[in-house]
């Protein structure tokens, strides 16, 4: 008998992972700092040498890129969870409970994709402060949108973190398989320099890269341009692409987290 979707139960365990998150202050704090040195170091260092990126300065061109890569880096660490869990006899509890698995697993997603979004804020606020953005009307409507695409493009590398978590019983194979994952998730994004800028090779790499477009969606709204090569309704592809990745994830991610043996 399929059991059906508990939404109590979603709600569960998905208080849990902020109630985690929130306790984990060290990683909060390291999350932060990397990524404010990367908006220090290159934005402002290298950003005086280079000058800008089209219209924009290049700190504001790589701002969207580094809240990028810090949604990434908290999304698919996330995962990890799910080995802690199971090592610590967690999991265990939660499976004996009269409900579904999916329910556990879509809980453990959107509290993933909670705190990394969280992450994401703060990194948003970071970058105000170093005047990555110019502080406008528009700019108040797009940081309420770019919060949605934040929790658009958590989800997803989630769901990614979740189906390899669900994989494998060791932290130290977790933790190489997802740096050799995520780093060039992110090189790839277009954080650093416009698709247009690098060889054909490059830039079908990067078309093919789902954070490219979650890069892209990020400068829309906070910056309000966006790639060349994808036209004027590049952030309308760019929304699709990310809704297809989520659906692909989120499904791959319950589908191997139902078969992970504890």
Known sequence: ?????????????LLRELKRYWRAKARIISSVAQ?????????????????????????????????????????????????????????????VAPVSRTSIILGKILGGA?????????????????????????????????????LLI????????????STLNDFHAFQLLSTFVIWPLFMLSGAFFPIDAVPLPLQVAMLFDPMFYGVELLRWCLLGV???MLGPFGWLISLGVLTGFNALMIGIGTYLFSRAQV
């Open 154 to 165: 958590t989800t997803g590398f989630v769901g990614l973190g979740v189906a390899i978590g």
């Open 1 to 13: 008998m399929v059991q059906p979707l508990s939404g109590q139960a979603i709600y569960v365990v």
């Open 114 to 150: 909670v705190t990394a979004s969280i992450q994401g804020i703060i990194l948003m606020a970071v970058a105000g402060i170093m005047g990555a953005f110019t502080p406008t009307p528009a700019l108040a409507f797009g940081a309420l949108a770019a919060i949605g695409v934040m």
């Open 226 to 228: 966006g790639t060349p």
């Open 35 to 95: 990524s404010f040195f990367f908006l220090a170091i290159f934005g402002l260092g290298l950003g005086g040498f280079i000058g800008g990126v089209g219209k924009v300065s290049y700190l504001s061109y790589l701002a969207p890129g580094i809240i990028c890569m810090g949604l990434l880096f908290g999304s698919v660490f996330s995962g990890v969870s799910v080995i802690f869990d199971r090592q610590f006899g967690f999991m265990k509890e939660m499976l």
